[in-house]
T-cell receptor
Framework: GAVVSQHPSWVICKSGTSVKIECRSLDFQATTMFWYRQFPKQSLMLMATSNEGSKATYEQGVEKDKFLINHASLTLSTLTVTSAHPEDSSFYIC????????????FGPGTRLTVL | AQSVTQPDIHITVSEGASLELRCNYSYGATPYLFWYVQSPGQGLQLLLKYFSGDTLVQGIKGFEAEFKRSQSSFNLRKPSVHWSDAAEYFCAVGPIQGAQKLVFGQGTRLTINP
């Protein structure tokens, strides 16, 4: 149980275009989803927290107009990188928590974004 | 502020040897503590977690961790490593600011010598 999927697993796009990444909880209802960014050989940096039906809460320094997050249902959250540039190239990982109070996050497999 | 420190960036051990990965945290109350493992190009898999109770926690794949409040530590151990244990290991603490957020350590990369 507690499986989280991401789509696509990798994407290459041209500079200036927008890219959408989906995060789905397959077998549970995710009250909260998180989006992380990970640079090579570094730790996970939390970008934003999203709750179903409400606006995402962005971490300090993360541009909310550039990284659009939508959490339309209890099983789906999307991250759209708008007007992507090469410096946005990174590994993006989502996670989800259920109803429990134990803070356990279930992670997706990640999406590798390369902006040319 | 809450923080997690993993002092060892990279550790190399021989297959069959014992392993200990260090994790120290800074937190104002009793934290929830986690160890995750990440294989290259993959997401994170939970190895084990501590919320309360017995300070020695058993996890998957033969790992265990011990919560030591006096030392603000939550070190991960395995008595005998296998080549498949080579990966990146992350320690995490939460909740953060009353929310279900986690703060992650910098990670420790584990290499296994045959």
């Amino acid at each position: 149980g507690a499986v989280v999927s991401q789509h696509p697993s990798w994407v290459i796009c041209k500079s200036g275009t927008s890219v959408k990444i989906e995060c789905r909880s397959l077998d549970f209802q995710a009250t909260t989803m998180f989006w992380y960014r990970q640079f090579p050989k570094q730790s996970l940096m939390l970008m934003a927290t999203s709750n179903e039906g409400s606006k995402a809460t962005y971490e300090q320094g993360v541009e909310k107009d550039k990284f659009l997050i939508n959490h339309a249902s209890l099983t789906l959250s999307t991250l759209t990188v708008t007007s992507a540039h090469p410096e946005d190239s990174s590994f993006y990982i989502c996670s989800a928590t259920g109803q429990g109070e134990d803070n356990e996050q279930f992670f997706g497999p990640g999406t590798r974004l390369t902006v040319l | 502020a809450q923080s997690v420190t993993q002092p060892d960036i990279h550790i190399t051990v021989s297959e069959g040897a014992s392993l200990e990965l260090r994790c120290n945290y800074s937190y104002g109350a009793t934290p929830y503590l986690f160890w995750y493992v990440q294989s290259p190009g993959q997401g994170l898999q939970l190895l084990l977690k501590y919320f309360s109770g017995d300070t020695l926690v058993q996890g998957i794949k033969g790992f265990e961790a011990e919560f030591k409040r006096s030392q603000s530590s939550f070190n991960l151990r395995k008595p005998s490593v296998h080549w498949s244990d080579a990966a990146e290991y992350f320690c995490a603490v939460g909740p953060i600011q009353g929310a279900q957020k986690l703060v992650f350590g910098q990670g420790t990369r584990l290499t296994i010598n045959p």
